[in-house]
Each structure stands twice: as structure tokens, then as C-alpha cells.
């Protein structure tokens, strides 16, 4: 179904109209717009293109474009006091402003949020699995993998495609919907043989009916649209901090060819994952940079994973935090309330994404994971290593979705309309009539 035929349906079904307001209106938290619109405050109203699973919870579409299609016209929801709003216009000072609000009102305000556009009981279970380890050429000074570095990883050759596919049907049968394939690259590049085990390994995750992403360093648009071919539903490629910072974290490759890799894999149509890590010696100001620069994207990433640094001996910033050293500050060492705060800037400012909680949980309790999804987290990975470092098993998991009454999400299946929505307690305000521009 094309986005325009998704929009029609959204707009024929939008019916439940409150009241009409003229654009001038003080009454709505609208912003200037530059021709007359038809504003309107509106309830949800299931559009026919929506699914509902067996377990009868009404489902969005779980392709992330034809997910966001019906909401062109949405210019805000509000519940409460609370208002958001998916914008690509945020300046960096509003982002700072909602990154120091009191801990109390922003961790008030992004359960709001999350529970206007997500069902907050779902939680998906992704799979790491590192199918190349180590001998990596780059020097992120975080990273056990990188060749620079001398740590406890060994470089082994590519996993064959069979083992691979065993991890993921292990993976599924443990709870897991989306698996991802991690090799220590630089980037694709030349590698002809790897590339084609990798679209087979793609191939074969896929026809198991699970999510399949591949984070494998930087990619042309043609490896690109080769993997989009093959089912690939995702794209991992981090930017782990702001642009001023990541200078000091990495030196073999720029911020600018990151942004071409990941602007290559949504050109391909594949869904963007990409986040970034605490701990790495950043500034609050940095953490603050890297979400404006990932809320400034033509399209917000659909996927963004929060880590915290796990300090690996014998890597650069491993090192400074276990020596201490006086320039160390902000080094690992990340605690659950900074976590929480970084999860719930992200999930406000960017609310129709899933923010996915990564690395580094293993240093957390079930208390402080709970403060991270009431944050506005809805995903984990599960699985007893993530790449390299040491992660919950999945029993441990499993008894930690009993305690909180989490749900997985299934796999290509979209997430669940949130019951706040179909429920009719958010208001949406919706612009029609005049594309919207901001002023
Ligand atoms: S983070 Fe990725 S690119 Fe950087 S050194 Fe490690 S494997 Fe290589």
C-alpha cells in the first residue's frame, strides 16, 4: 500500500472531531504555519490498514514508513499537561531544557509520552551476536575489538552461515523477535565472499520469521539496496556521541561518513538504528548533541539504543577509568539516573521511536532497569553476550518481564496502538487543508 493510499485512509477515518479551530486560535499549542489550515482536535480512530494480532490488540503497521504515514497531519498530542510533538526542527536549547528539567517532571513527562504512542507493556527482546570479532582497523577507544587496542578479544574468521542461523532459532526459541549480525569492520568495502554469506545469512534469519539487522561498518547505497533485497529490516550504525566530542573517541573515521551510511541504509528503505553511548568521557552538553543531531534527521531513526560504556581493559577509556586518571571524569561509571534521563530526553523528543536499552545493563539492578523502561525504554537485548561484553541470560530476562508484566513484541507484526490512544484520553491536534510549515 503506498503512503499516499495509508494517508487518504487515516484522513477518511479521522472522524471523531471534537471541535474545529480557526488558525489563529490561542486555545491549541500550535505552531505558525505559513497558508490557512484546518485545525482540528481529533480522538483515535482505528484507520482499516491497522492489524490486530491473535492476542486482538490493534497493531500499527510494522514497516517504519508505512507506521508514520498516517501522521502527517498530526501536529501535537496532548495528555493532561503533557504535549509532544514528532518534530525534525528541534533547536539544540530546547533539547537541553527538556535534558535538565527536575528528575521527577522529566521522568513524569516521558511516561506521558511514551504511554500517547506506545503501549507501554511491550517490550522487545533483540539478539546481538557477533558473527566477526575482533581485528577491527578503526580506533573507537571503547571498543575490545578494534586491532589497535590489546585486549582479551582474539580475531576470529566470519561464523559460517549454518551457526549463525543455529544462534538465531536458539535466539527465537528463548523469546528473542529481532536479531542482529555484528562484524568488526571499518565497512563493507571489497569483501565479495563475506558479503554474500552475509545477504545468505540475511536471507535465511528472515525466513524464520524474525526481524533481521546487520551492523557491519560503513555501506554504499548499493550494498545497501542488495541487503534491503535480501529482507534486511535494519541497519545499526552509531554515532555514540555529539560532533564536538567524537574527535576525542575516534579518530579513523569521521562523523560525516557515518551520517552518509546511515542516510544510504533509509535511502534503501531500510529502518535506521542509531544511537550512542554514556560514559565515553562526554560532557552533559554532548549528550544533548547527539540526540539534536538525531532528532534533526530528514526521519527520526526508528531505532535508538542507549549504552553504557562496559570499561574493557586495554582499551583506551577502559584504561583512564580503571587507573583513575585525572582527566577520567565521565568515564564509565554511568549511573541508572543519568541512563534514565538520556532514555527519556531521547523517547520526547523523538516519541515514535524505540529506544532501545543496550549495553552495560548488566551493571544495573532490576529496580534501576525499571526507572530506564518507566524512562520510555521499550526494548532490550537479551542473550548472554552482547558482541564482546558480558550481558543477563536469557532466564534472567525472562523472570524480569514476569516481575514488571512485560510482553515481547512479536516480530513483523508493528507495535500495539497504545490503550491511552484507543481509549480516547489523547487528544491529537491534526493540520489540514496546508502542508505544514514551520515557521
Ligand atoms: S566499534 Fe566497531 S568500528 Fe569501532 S573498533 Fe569496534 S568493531 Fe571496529
Known amino acids: ?119 507501554p507493556s511491550e517490550v522487545q527482546q533483540c539478539t546481538l551476536l557477533s558473527i566477526k570479532t575482533g581485528g577491527c582497523t578503526e580506533d573507537c577507544s571503547y571498543c ?46 571489497n569483501k565479495k565472499n563475506a558479503f554474500g554469506h552475509i545477504l545468505e545469512m540475511v536471507r535465511g534469519v528472515n525466513s524464520m520469521g524474525l526481524e533481521v539487522c546487520c551492523t557491519l561498518g560503513m555501506l554504499n547505497a548499493e550494498q545497501a539496496r542488495q541487503l534491503k533485497e535480501a529482507g534486511l529490516t535494519a541497519y545499526n550504525h552509531n554515532l ?51 540526540l539534536h543531531v538525531l532528532a534533526t534527521l530528514p526521519e527520526h531513526p526508528e531505532s535508538v539504543p542507549i549504552n553504557a560504556l562496559v570499561a574493557v581493559q586495554g582499551t583506551p577509556l577502559g584504561d583512564a577509568a580503571a587507573n583513575d586518571e585525572a582527566d577520567s571524569e565521565g568515564i564509565a561509571n554511568v549511573d541508572a539516573f543519568e541512563m534514565a534521563r538520556m532514555i527519556a530526553t531521547a523517547r520526547i523528543v523523538m516519541p515514535r521511536t524505540m529506544v532501545r536499552l543496550s549495553a552495560g545493563r548488566l551493571s544495573f539492578s532490576d529496580a534501576e532497569q525499571y526507572l530506564m523502561f518507566q524512562a520510555g525504554a521499550n526494548s532490550i537485548f537479551n542473550g548472554d553476550k552482547l558482541l564482546t561484553t558480558d550481558n543477563p541470560a536469557f532466564d534472567e530476562d525472562k523472570a524480569l518481564f514476569e516481575k514488571f508484566g512485560f510482553v515481547g513484541k512479536p516480530a513483523h507484526a508493528g507495535p500495539r496502538v497504545a490503550p491511552m490512544e484507543v481509549r480516547g484520553e489523547v487528544e491529537i491536534t491534526l493540520v489540514k487543508g496546508a502542508e505544514k510549515q514551520y515557521a
Request: with cysteine; glycine share 4%.
Open 1 to 119: 500500500m503506498t503512503l499516499t493510499a495509508i494517508t487518504a485512509i487515516r484522513r477518511a477515518t479521522a472522524v471523531s472531531l471534537r471541535r474545529t479551530l480557526a488558525p489563529t486560535s490561542t486555545s491549541v499549542s500550535v505552531r505558525a504555519l505559513s497558508t490557512a489550515p484546518h485545525v482540528t482536535i481529533d480522538k483515535f480512530v482505528s484507520p482499516s490498514n491497522y492489524s490486530t494480532h491473535q492476542d486482538t490488540v490493534l497493531r500499527h503497521p510494522n514497516d517504519v514508513r508505512e507506521r508514520n504515514a498516517p501522521f502527517t497531519e498530526e501536529t501535537s498530542r496532548t495528555l493532561g499537561y503533557v504535549t509532544a510533538s514528532v518534530r525534525n526542527d528541534w533547536t539544540k536549547s530546547e533539547i537541553a531544557e527538556v535534558y535538565s528539567l527536575p528528575f521527577h517532571e522529566l521522568m513524569y513527562r516521558a511516561s506521558t509520552v511514551h504511554r500517547m504512542y506506545w503501549d
Open 144 to 189: 575490545s575489538q578494534s586491532s589497535k587496542h590489546k585486549t582479551f578479544v582474539k580475531p576470529t574468521p566470519t561464523m559460517k552461515v549454518q551457526e549463525v542461523l543455529e544462534a538465531a532459532r536458539r535466539a527465537k526459541e528463548a523469546g528473542s523477535t529481532r536479531f542482529c549480525m555484528g562484524a568488526a569492520w571499518r565497512e563493507l568495502g
Open 240 to 290: 555514540d556521541t555529539s560532533p564536538e566530542h567524537y574527535p576525542n573517541v575516534i579518530t579513523t573515521r569521521t562523523y560525516e561518513d557515518r551520517l552518509q551510511t546511515i542516510a544510504n541504509v533509509r535511502d534503501a528503505g531500510i529502518s535506521v538504528c542509531c544511537g550512542g553511548i554514556l560514559g565515553l568521557g562526554e560532557k552533559e552538553s554532548d549528550r544533548v548533541g547527539l
